[in-house]
């Protein structure tokens, strides 16, 4: 018979998202997680077959964690919005900050359904009106790797000390102000030269 678990799976999950947040996803173990709760490690067991499962279950915590850093945003300005929960997970959760960034887990297959998500939500930036999904694809593609860069500098404490949030921001908003301009320029530009073609104008 299998040994009864005095601790329910979000206990357990938890305890493995605390040892991840402070020392990183690949610090997880069975017994930390077992040393953490001061438990034995069949509890553990009871809920997870090996230690992947839990790892599993930690990361999806950690998107669930961003997701809502992101939803107590909604300001209607999508960029700022991801701009702004990103600094702040990078800032608050720097240890798993750098592991989601800087190493490949089997368990991130998300990431394209999230990027479909943030899709939407620019759709609904009347400023964006008019842009294909192919172009708005493009211009959230172009910021992630402006604020993935600037999340890193947060979380490994390299940017200088008077370089505060509301700066951080500004930067944030003004690269966006700048990279949809520079798409709206484009696709202006494409559409009279499709006109023009059209007509045989010049």
């Given at each position: 018979?299998?040994?009864?678990?005095?601790?329910?799976?979000?206990?357990?999950?938890?305890?493995?998202?605390?040892?991840?947040?402070?020392?990183?996803?690949?610090?997880?173990?069975?017994?930390?997680?077992?040393?953490?709760?001061?438990?034995?490690?069949?509890?553990?067991?009871?809920?997870?077959?090996?230690?992947?499962?839990?790892?599993?279950?930690?990361?999806?915590?950690?998107?669930?964690?961003?997701?809502?850093?992101?939803?107590?945003q909604n300001t209607g300005n999508p960029?700022?919005?991801?701009?702004?929960?990103?600094?702040?997970?990078?800032?608050?959760?720097?240890?798993?900050?750098?592991?989601?960034?800087?190493?490949?887990?089997?368990?991130?297959?998300?990431?394209?359904?999230?990027?479909?998500?943030?899709?939407?939500?620019?759709?609904?930036?009347?400023?964006?009106?008019?842009?294909?999904?192919?172009?708005?694809?493009?211009?959230?593609?172009?910021?992630?790797?402006?604020?993935?860069?600037?999340?890193?500098?947060?979380?490994?404490?390299?940017?200088?000390?008077?370089?505060?949030?509301?700066?951080?921001?500004?930067?944030?908003?003004?690269?966006?102000?700048?990279?949809?301009?520079?798409?709206?320029l484009r696709a202006g530009n494409t559409?009279?030269?499709?006109?023009?073609?059209?007509?045989?104008?010049?």
């Amino acid at each position: 018979m299998a040994p009864k678990s005095k601790f329910k799976k979000e206990q357990i999950i938890d305890a493995a998202f605390e040892i991840a947040r402070t020392e990183g996803i690949d610090s997880i173990t069975i017994r930390k997680v077992a040393d953490k709760l001061g438990s034995s490690i069949a509890p553990i067991y009871v809920n997870f077959k090996e230690v992947d499962e839990l790892i599993e279950e930690v990361i999806k915590k950690t998107y669930a964690v961003s997701r809502q850093l992101l939803n107590e945003q909604n300001t209607g300005n999508p960029f700022h919005d991801i701009g702004v929960a990103s600094l702040r997970f990078a800032k608050e959760y720097s240890v798993l900050f750098r592991d989601l960034v800087m190493k490949n887990y089997d368990h991130m297959n998300n990431q394209e359904q999230d990027m479909g998500l943030l899709v939407e939500m620019m759709k609904q930036d009347h400023l964006l009106k008019g842009l294909t999904e192919d172009e708005l694809m493009t211009i959230l593609l172009k910021m992630k790797i402006f604020q993935t860069g600037l999340c890193i500098l947060v979380a490994n404490g390299l940017l200088p000390k008077e370089f505060d949030e509301e700066k951080m921001i500004h930067i944030l908003n003004s690269t966006a102000k700048d990279i949809v301009t520079a798409a709206q320029l484009r696709a202006g530009n494409t559409e009279r030269t499709n006109m023009v073609e059209k007509t045989g104008g010049s």
